[in-house]
């Protein structure tokens, strides 16, 4: 079970990481868009 969160948390990480980059993705075409 102890490796099991290790991984689990690892992925976690790796999700908040791309969610961010998609974040920065979507307000630069909001942004080219508006212009």
Do not use: A, P
Request: without cysteine; charged residues 40%.
């Amino acid at each position: 079970m102890g490796d099991y969160r290790v991984v689990y948390k690892n992925v976690g990480k790796k999700i908040l990481i791309l969610g961010i980059r998609h974040r920065k993705d979507i307000y630069e075409i909001l942004r080219t868009r508006e212009k």
